[in-house]
């Protein structure tokens, strides 16, 4: 379908892809993440996170300080060293991601190099790993991809005859339970998940996989899994009751799962998450919603709350539009939906203030000043950071748009 596209190339207004170790670092147990960065990445990785406190946090910052950007100092034997302090401090480790910043990069850091190296140091006991998620490459949601990239070559071959699903994409422990249950239901009883919980439960990978993705973000997870063999289920993406739906019919047609059995399975489900959602969309219905491009999430979205909760759409901004990825949820869109790829924020401010819209979805860069021009806003990072996939999730993410429209209508009170 061919939709009016606004695409810019401007400046645009993004958190860098080391947020994603917020949610990656609570996913994969037994995994660190050590940003090798400056005192900035570290200060972004406090606030970001800064609402959890743990006794022993799995992420941390290796600081770039100003000798080694004036080359004095060498910054590969600096980061063996912090490295073997870390791991030896904290035995309960296995896997250490390098995460590449800015300042890295700024002084031609080779991490891949520095992980093979620190890897053989401290084989078997611990796997390193390394990915970037400077902002000079990567917005927040990106982040995920590059990790989940860097754990394809490390995945077990995969050579049996059976073939096998493979769930890509992190996600909450309780929707990946809620979708194992299901699957095990339809009689698909090889369900692997991308990232795994554990550093050695990595699934294994090959031309049997068949694999549905979780996140709309994952453009080069999905590629590198092709090139293992693996094959992608079109699908839309597991948000709502009808995208979950959809995404499940995906993986029950290719396993020969048949129309009866799938609607025993799934019908209940339905059903109640149905009744749940009509319940928390009503103060949705025929509002106008405006999305600024920001997690990569904000297509599926605006299909979401289209479909289900009787929104408008004013603007759908994503900063990257994958075609082929996008292409069963553009097909539920209308076809006068405006989309928007990339960024000129200035632009899309004009256009925002000028539709004034009942709910904006935003940054945490916009919604402050956008809130105190009277608009109502909602954080986009919420919806990475809060499980809203599957049928039990449904009403919870209708909620999470709908609160602070209520919240404004009594604050007016
Ligand atoms: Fe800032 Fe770059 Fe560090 Fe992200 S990686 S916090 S954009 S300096």
Not at 373 to 386: A, D
């Amino acid at each position: 379908m061919d939709f009016p596209i606004i695409r810019e190339r401007g400046q645009n207004e993004i958190f860098c892809g080391l947020t994603s170790i917020i949610w990656l670092h609570r996913k994969i147990q037994d995994a660190f993440f050590l940003v090798v960065g400056s005192r900035t990445c570290a200060h972004l990785m406090q606030s970001a996170a800064g609402v959890m406190i743990f006794a022993e946090p799995r992420f941390g910052t290796a600081l770039i300080e100003e000798r080694d950007l004036a080359g004095l100092a060498d910054a590969n034997e600096e980061l063996d060293r912090v490295v073997a302090r870390l791991l030896e401090r904290r035995p309960d480790i296995r896997m250490l991601f390098l995460v590449g910043s800015c300042p890295s990069e700024v002084i031609k850091l080779d991490l891949q190099r520095a992980a093979a190296r620190l890897s053989q140091a401290h084989a078997p006991r611990v796997r390193v790993l390394s990915y970037t998620g400077s902002g000079l490459e990567t917005g927040f949601t990106q982040g995920e991809d590059q990790c989940l990239i860097s754990l394809v070559p490390e995945l077990p071959a995969d050579t049996g005859s059976a073939p096998s699903l493979l769930v890509v994409g992190s996600l909450a422990d309780i929707v990946e339970d809620q979708f194992t249950r299901l699957f095990r239901a339809m009689g698909i009883e090889d369900v692997r998940f991308l990232p795994a919980r554990k550093a050695d439960a990595l699934p294994a990978v090959g031309p049997g996989t068949r694999f549905l993705l979780a996140q709309p973000f994952l453009g080069g997870t999905a590629r590198a899994l092709e090139e293992r063999g693996a094959r992608r289920l079109e699908a839309p993406f597991p948000l709502g009751v009808e995208g979950t739906t959809a995404w499940l019919r995906a993986a029950a047609a290719a396993f020969g799962v048949d129309e009866p059995r799938f609607h025993e399975v799934t019908a209940p489900a339905v059903e109640r998450a149905r009744a749940a959602v009509e319940r928390t969309c009503e103060p949705l219905n025929e509002r106008r919603i405006f999305f600024f491009p920001d997690s990569q999430m904000e297509i599926p979205l605006a299909r979401f709350l289209r479909q289900e909760a009787g929104m408008e759409l004013v603007e759908v901004g994503t900063p990257y539009l994958h075609r082929e990825h996008m292409a069963p949820e553009l097909a539920q869109l209308p076809a006068d939906t405006v989309l928007s790829e990339g960024q000129d924020v200035d632009r899309q401010l004009d256009r925002c203030r000028e539709a004034h819209p009942d709910l904006v979805v935003c940054g945490l860069g916009l919604a402050n000043p956008l809130e105190a021009e009277g608009m109502t806003t909602k954080w986009s990072i919420e919806l990475v950071f809060t499980p809203v996939q599957g049928y039990d999730q449904a009403a919870d993410l209708a909620e999470l748009f709908a609160r602070p429209l209520i919240r404004r209508a009594k604050l007016r009170v």
